[in-house]
């Protein structure tokens, strides 16, 4: 079975502040992409990344960075300087190559940054 | 270009109705998919169209839910005899192909609210 956890639930923070958004998962799979998506209040998810289980390098853009573990099957991701903007849910996701390339969500953490 | 297009954004229905939810992928995509969004929750897959067939349908509730998509562009989500616990945002996500490494592109989706 295909699973992905996030264990935060909502996360409050300063503007200006760092904050890391955990993601763990669960696949038989060898080959896999993992995801992440940002979905503001508009609602719309947006993609941020995407990462296959064969590149453990880690990725920085702007102010987003992700961490990719297989060793502890996590895929966290960091927001340095936190910006009102950043307010949102994020998610997760899993496509398993054992699967017809659909995407397993976690539940999301919201993130309220504060001014 | 233009994104994902979903309608109509929101729809309210009474019970033991039906109801239709179009969904105009992003020009030249052969990979559509449905997922369901319940308040709180991640998106929830529910089927997989590559071209005009529905190669994975195995997400969809019950035989109340249908998905069709004839012309291999357009695709409609038909829920028949609706019922309460159906209300949820339904989104729509397209992708060039269905191949692993490709990223959904979402659109807007659709309020269901069923009284």
């Known amino acids: 079975a295909q699973k992905v956890t996030q264990a935060q639930t909502e996360i409050s923070v300063v503007e200006k502040e760092d904050v890391t958004l955990d993601c763990v998962y669960e696949t038989r799979d060898t080959t896999y992409y993992l995801f992440w998506y940002k979905q503001p209040p508009s609602g719309e998810l947006v993609f941020l990344i995407r990462r296959n289980s064969f590149d453990e390098q880690n990725e920085i853009s702007g102010r987003y960075s992700w961490n990719f573990q297989k060793s502890t099957s996590s895929f966290n991701f960091t927001i340095t300087a936190s910006q009102v903007v950043d307010s949102a849910v994020y998610f997760c996701a899993l496509k398993g190559s054992g699967n017809t390339g659909k995407l397993i969500f976690g539940q999301g953490t919201t993130l309220q940054v504060k001014p | 270009g233009a994104g994902v297009s979903q309608t109509p954004s929101n729809k309210v229905t009474e019970k033991g109705k039906y109801v239709e939810l179009r969904c105009d992928p992003i020009?030249?995509?052969?990979?559509l998919y449905w997922y369901r969004q319940s308040l709180g929750q991640g998106p929830e897959f529910l089927i997989y169209?590559?071209?005009?067939?529905?190669?994975?349908d195995s997400g969809l509730p019950n035989d109340r839910f249908f998905a069709v998509r004839p012309e291999g562009s357009v695709s409609t989500l038909k829920i028949q005899r609706t019922e309460r616990g159906d209300s949820a945002v339904y989104l729509c996500?397209?992708?060039?192909?269905?191949?692993?490494?490709?990223?959904?592109?979402f659109g807007p989706g659709t309020r269901l609210t069923v009284l």
């Open positions: 020009s030249g995509h052969t990979a």
């Open positions: 169209f590559q071209g005009t067939g529905a190669a994975d």
């Open positions: 996500a397209s992708s060039p192909t269905g191949q692993l490494y490709n990223e959904q592109f």
